[in-house]
């Protein structure tokens, strides 16, 4: 079977990839834009480039995503290429750019151009912001998969869509939240953030790894999304407390330090019981376990004795 991910240079990505290309009986393309053409993949890619297939277009573009698709001709598509995932106040043309024609262009590329190869699921990476919408990229979004529901529902293109809530874990950026507050627990510093009051589904990305790849072997009706969580609420000044328990040291968060943005959502809520009745798929990892490999690992990272194994952090 030969599988293709868009956004596999992103933090889920990457251990998506890492997971897949560990299988023998998969083919694992990746789909990256020209800028990583004359540059090393980030890890865990570059450490599975003799597993992988790597495609080089930018989504943006109808004509190289056409061109990729017929490169790769994927029996499955995992698509989470997506602009503003650190940063949601994105320009409202990014957003659209980067989301919904992006999207677009995947799935005309992949139903329309080849009809004589055509994917037999593709799955829709979302985000829970799209179900208030408050800011440009969680409304990009949103778009992207009222189209999706669209082709799936008039033309039965086989699209589904998963909605991991908060993903952390080894490899995020620091500019996410449980990694900038780790690396400033680590260092001994303080962390400023906002009240913090906000409750969220934090999930290990490990787990959603699985969960994507169980929505993927479902037999699913086009057009089905499928919420990704643990039915634990957490509110982020707990998670932030968390973090320096496990750190000790000097530092503490610093709550309150700066002002809430607009049109963050109070509590997100996902639907886990419905997941587990269609697919059987729950989330294994508590949030404290988790953290604490993420701590590890930042704290293993550089060393001489890190595991050669680039998906043990995630998947052990």
């Given amino acids: 079977m ?3 991910i868009t956004g596999a240079t992103g933090f889920i990505g990457r251990a998506l990839a890492a997971k897949l290309a560990a299988d023998p009986q998969l083919d694992v393309a990746i ?22 297939v790597v495609v080089y277009a930018d989504l943006r573009e109808y004509h190289e995503t056409r061109r990729a698709l017929q490169a790769v001709r994927p029996d499955r598509i995992f698509h989470l290429a997506a602009g503003g995932v650190s940063d949601p106040f994105l320009a409202v043309d990014l957003a659209l750019e980067q989301n919904l024609f ?8 992949a139903f329309e151009e080849n009809p004589n190869s055509l994917p037999e699921k593709v799955v829709a990476v979302r985000t829970p912001g799209e179900l208030s919408a408050m800011n440009p990229y969680a409304a990009g ?3 992207a998969w009222q189209f999706c529901v669209m082709y799936a529902r008039t033309r039965g293109w086989p699209i ?11 490899g995020q950026d620091t500019r996410n939240l449980v990694r900038g ?10 962390f400023p953030l906002t009240a913090g009051s906000q409750e969220k589904d934090w999930i290990y990305v490990g787990d959603v790894v699985y969960g994507l790849i169980a929505v ?13 969580a643990t039915g634990r609420l957490t509110s982020v000044v707990e998670v932030v407390k968390q973090i320096y328990d496990i750190a000790g040291g000097a530092g503490k968060p610093l709550i309150g330090a700066i002002p809430s943005r607009a049109g963050e959502v109070q509590v997100q809520t996902a639907d886990i019981q419905r997941t587990q009745e269609l697919i059987g798929w729950e989330a294994v990892t508590p949030l ?12 293993r990272r550089g060393r001489p004795s890190q595991s050669n194994n680039p998906q043990l952090d995630v998947f052990e």
Avoid: C, W
């Fill in 288 to 299: 404290e376990q988790g953290l604490q490999r993420t701590y590890e690992q930042m704290r």
């Fill in 160 to 170: 589904v869509g998963a909605m991991p809530f908060q993903t952390y874990g080894p």
């Fill in 216 to 228: 993927s072997n479902a037999d699913l009706p086009p057009g089905t999304s499928l919420d990704l």
């Fill in 141 to 143: 979004k949103a778009a």
């Fill in 2 to 4: 030969r599988i293709l």
């Fill in 102 to 109: 992006t999207t677009l262009n995947l799935l005309r590329a």
């Fill in 181 to 190: 507050a780790m690396a400033a627990a680590i260092a001994g510093e303080d």
């Fill in 31 to 52: 789909l990256v834009r020209d800028n990583h053409r004359n540059r090393s993949l980030p890890d865990p890619l570059n450490s599975l480039i003799d597993r992988l």
